[in-house]
């Protein structure tokens, strides 16, 4: 029974840190139906940005600044560095293809995640960085309960990713930027007829989405402490997964995709193996999506013909 | 038409003619005389995942090169081609090296993947190329006629550490992860008939390179599996997998491969490492090289063998040019063959037997101490 928890428990953490940046990923299809293959690359940014304020206040191992104060200072610059990254991709290279084709802002997200992959390649090195998180937040930090073990990194990134999740579904659901956002998201040409900035909208949706990439990326910097310019692909891909079986452009469906995905992955480990995990979670991926091609949560889109 | 395609054929091979002078043999006009120029290329990730190791074994091809141009007087000049330790990159990076008519021979790949898809190219191109650190059995089989290796293969590190991990740390049960690559599932597949043999439980798992979390594989090490496999070519990732181990208060002890020697990057206590190169800052013979190495920062066992190809490299255009002839890529081909140096950077002699395997390689254990230090096992 203490395994089934262990996994359980692996699985939570890793599900809310794909829930996290699924998010981001819904949110920016949600008001412009574009794919935007550069999210895993802001949770890669995210993390460096991580990296570097440990290095800033000292390094692992010689914190010159309290440890919850460095928390803070890593998750905002990360946040802030990740959402302003989102604006200026989506101003300068998002906007000038808004009327263009599917296909070229399509292009664009791709060709944006190769030039942020390759900058950070030249700007940081192709090594791995290690933020070391055990020499400032110490295992012993957690708790054990039997053979199950969980430490506060862990307990700490599922219970920031919650009260992420459940801030922006607030924000969304109950404030001003939150109706234009779903204005948008409906119909933008009308949106714009009623007065509604598309322009910021947009623009803050991909701040909002981007910074929680960022925040992502400093947690996974955290639990997994390896950093390197080519972490956000995968990240990217799942992410992407997440949010389609979740129903892309829901937001509650993207939470839940998440974390479908990071618990089919941690179960199929435990209780089958590590070497089938990718082909049994997408196997299982593919079958939900045939049940239900809207994704879990998402709504069947009808059109008037 | 027709007159078009003989103008065309005859260009073309004017084109092949010139290509073949470029490449083939032949007597330099002065004898030994003549300047000695010549090129040679290095594949190695020199970005990517484990470009810690790339750069590594770029710094030491740069550094074998310098002291043997300056010693032979020779002036021979490397050219770079980057693989990622990916073998589609490698294929490029080979095509571009073996298009370039300078280059005679080339150091690398690090791979034993990339050997596998770059071998028929150089067999083509009848181009030597020797590599410091692909270890994989098959590739000395007599596929791959102009590849050398200057470190030992697989199957003696396999019989080696199995055996240690049978003799020594004498586990109950073991858990083997390999990462899905060549050189990670011929390690599993020599070491586990020897651990089943010895009547071990062996829980066989697999991940992905580019797997970053551990913790679900983690919660099945059972409390009897006392030593954990990991033949892996990313440092970082085993860093990791401790963490995780001791996260989830699991003791097992984790015995790694080639890759793992990274004291940088790697730094379990108690660990166990098995590498193909020497911790050559304990070689006295190696004092020097050790001094002028450390001008590019720390480094482990993989840039050392590639000092070694490159040298052997180096000696046998030097070897081409003494015996007044123009350096080729077939008779440099051909110096490398007859390889016989008594004493190499690794501390042992270098001579290669008819499939390209050096004759004397061997392996190296080390197991890291509480300060995070990598200490030789001696035998």
């Not at chain 1, 359980?8 to 890793?14: C, S």
């Not at chain 1, 791995?128 to 708790?143: K, L, Q, V």
């Not at chain 2, 990916?86 to 990076?93: F, I, M, N, S």
Request: aromatic fraction near 8%; hydrophobic fraction near 50%; charged fraction near 10%.
């Amino acid at each position: 029974m203490g395994f089934f928890f262990q996994e359980l428990v692996n699985g939570i953490v890793v599900g809310a840190l794909y829930s996290l940046i699924a998010l981001g990923f819904s949110m920016v299809y949600g008001v412009l139906k574009l794919l935007n293959f550069a999210h895993g690359d802001l949770y890669m940014v995210g993390a460096f940005a991580g990296y570097f304020v440990i290095q800033w206040f000292g390094g692992s191992k010689a914190l010159t600044i309290p440890v919850p104060l460095l928390l803070v200072i890593m998750f905002v610059l990360a946040a802030a560095l990740t959402g302003g990254l989102g604006v200026a991709i989506e101003r300068f290279a998002y906007r000038p293809l808004r009327n263009a084709p599917r296909i070229a802002p399509l292009i664009t997200a791709i060709g944006i995640s190769f030039f942020l992959e390759n900058a950070a390649l030249l700007l940081f090195g192709g090594q791995f960085r290690i933020y070391n998180t055990s020499d400032f937040i110490p295992f012993s930090s957690g708790f054990q309960i039997g053979s199950v073990s969980v430490d506060a990194v862990q307990i700490m990134v599922v219970v920031l990713g919650i009260a992420l999740m459940i801030a922006l579904q607030q924000l969304v659901v109950r404030t001003k930027l939150g109706k234009q956002m779903r204005a948008v998201a409906a119909d933008r040409e009308a949106a714009e007829m009623l007065g509604i900035n598309v322009n910021f909208t947009i623009a803050a949706t991909f701040f909002l989405g981007s910074a929680l990439a960022g925040v992502a990326g400093v947690m996974a910097g955290l639990l997994f402490n390896q950093v390197t310019n080519t972490i956000g692909f995968l990240a990217g891909l799942k992410a992407f997964t997440a949010a389609v079986v979740g129903g892309i452009g829901s937001l509650p469906g993207a939470m839940l995709g998440g974390l479908l995905i990071g618990m089919a992955e941690s179960f199929i480990t435990g209780y089958v193996s590590s070497t089938f995990t990718n082909l049994l979670v997408f196997g299982l991926l593919i079958a939900v999506m045939l049940v239900r091609p809207s994704g879990l949560l998402g709504q069947v889109q009808l059109q008037k013909v | 038409m027709k007159g078009r395609n003989i103008i065309a054929a005859s260009a073309l091979g004017a084109l092949v003619a010139a290509g073949c002078g470029s490449s083939g043999g032949g007597t330099t006009a002065g004898g030994g005389s003549k300047a000695c120029k010549a090129s040679i290329g290095i594949e190695a990730p020199i970005t990517g995942p484990v470009a810690v190791l790339g750069q590594e074994q770029l710094h030491f091809a740069q550094l074998a090169l310098s002291l043997d141009n300056k010693q032979n007087k020779t002036k021979i000049t490397l050219v770079q081609g980057d693989t990622q330790l990916d073998p589609k990159q490698a294929t490029t990076a080979t095509q571009q090296l073996t298009s370039n008519a300078n280059v005679l021979a080339v150091v690398g790949p690090a791979g034993s993947q990339e050997v596998e898809a770059v071998g028929p190219l150089f067999a083509r191109a009848t181009m030597a190329f020797i590599s410091g650190s692909a270890t994989n059995v098959t590739l000395t089989q007599g596929k791959y006629p102009t590849f050398f290796r200057v470190v030992s293969n697989d199957h003696v590190q396999g019989m080696n550490d199995a055996n240690y991990i049978v003799n020594n740390l004498h586990p109950k049960a073991v858990m083997i992860v390999d990462d899905q690559e060549v050189y990670s599932t011929g390690l599993v597949g020599f070491m586990t008939p020897i651990l089943k043999a010895a009547g071990i439980k062996v829980d066989h798992q697999s991940v992905s390179q580019k797997l970053t979390d551990f913790s679900s594989l983690v919660a099945k090490v059972t409390p009897a599996t006392s030593v954990v496999i990991l033949p892996w070519q990313v440092a970082a990732n085993a860093q990791q997998f401790g963490r995780n181990l001791a996260q989830q208060h699991k003791k097992a002890v984790i015995f790694g491969t080639d890759g793992l020697f990274s004291p940088d990057a790697f730094k379990i206590p108690g660990s166990y490492v098995s590498a193909f190169g020497p911790d050559i800052t304990a070689i006295p013979a190696d004092a020097s090289l050790v001094t002028a190495a450390k001008k590019y920062g720390s480094f482990g066992t993989f840039g050392p063998p590639i000092f070694a190809a490159t040298h052997v490299i180096d000696q046998a255009i030097a070897s081409v040019c003494k015996a007044g002839q123009t350096p080729s890529r077939s008779n440099v081909l051909a110096a490398i063959k007859n390889t016989n140096e008594s004493t190499s950077i690794l501390g042992q002699p270098i001579s290669f037997d008819s499939h390209g395997d050096n004759a004397h390689g061997k392996f190296f254990l080390f197991k890291i101490n509480s300060a995070g230090k990598y200490e030789l096992i001696p035998g």
